[in-house]
């Protein structure tokens, strides 16, 4: 099979949005996806969590903007993202999943597409609307939300070439098996701070006797 090009894969992408179970299948099966590309993708969004936090209008936005940390939220949302794909991997493996590491991480980072749109449009927006029109868009926002959602899971289907069912279930036990990530990752944190601080406090007193 001969070398995609760029522009063949930014089809494909456009594709996978609009007929996602024919573009990931021609993503997964046939090599028309592009990890730049969705790489791109996760670091735009992790930018627009950035702004949307800071210059979202005042009637919709609740956010403490004085304890923003722009380094802290665009690793924060990228990280989520990341650990969904990791943990998705693991435990599709144990259920015959076909889609590779790869494949998950296309599929995730193209299905932001429709949310990095309409938190764009629901960012800009929201600094000209009054409140009586705060609830338009919000449903608008969460018509891309639900678009996201439809995008992964049809994704997800193709490239582990699940049931719909099945699908479910694994996703509910990847949430699981991230919340189980988190909680070791937090706890293997804490201890090495633990282990740094008690070695810290020995050479310490080392150098004071000496």
């Not at 992790?46 to 210059?55: E, F, K, T, V």
């Not at 599929?107 to 949310?115: A, E, F, G, H, N």
Request: net charge neutral; charged share 15%; proline share 1%.
């Amino acid at each position: 099979m001969g070398a995609v090009s760029k522009k063949e894969k930014l089809y494909y992408l456009k594709r996978a949005l609009f007929h996602p179970f024919d573009g990931f299948y021609e993503i997964r099966f046939r090599n028309k996806g592009s990890v730049g590309i969705a790489a791109i993708l996760l670091v735009l969004y992790g930018i627009l969590q950035c702004i949307s936090y800071q210059y979202t209008g005042f009637i919709v936005n609740e956010k403490p903007l004085h304890e923003m940390d722009s380094i802290s939220i665009f690793i924060s949302s990228i990280t989520i993202l990341l650990l969904l794909v990791v943990s998705n991997w693991t435990v599709t493996t144990l259920f015959n999943g076909k889609g590779k590491l790869k494949d998950i991480f296309i599929v995730v980072c193209y299905s932001l597409i429709p949310l990095i749109v309409v938190e764009s449009i629901y960012t800009f927006a929201s600094n000209f609307i009054i409140e009586e029109e705060a609830m338009i868009l919000s449903a608008i926002r969460w018509l891309g939300i639900a678009w996201m959602v439809f995008l992964i899971l049809g994704g997800l289907c193709v490239i582990h070439e699940y049931s719909f069912g099945l699908n479910l279930v694994t996703l509910v036990i990847t949430a699981v098996a991230a919340v189980i990530l988190v909680f070791l990752g937090v706890l293997f944190f804490t201890l090495m701070e633990r282990m740094i601080s008690f070695f810290s406090s020995v050479l310490e007193e080392f150098m004071r006797r000496m």
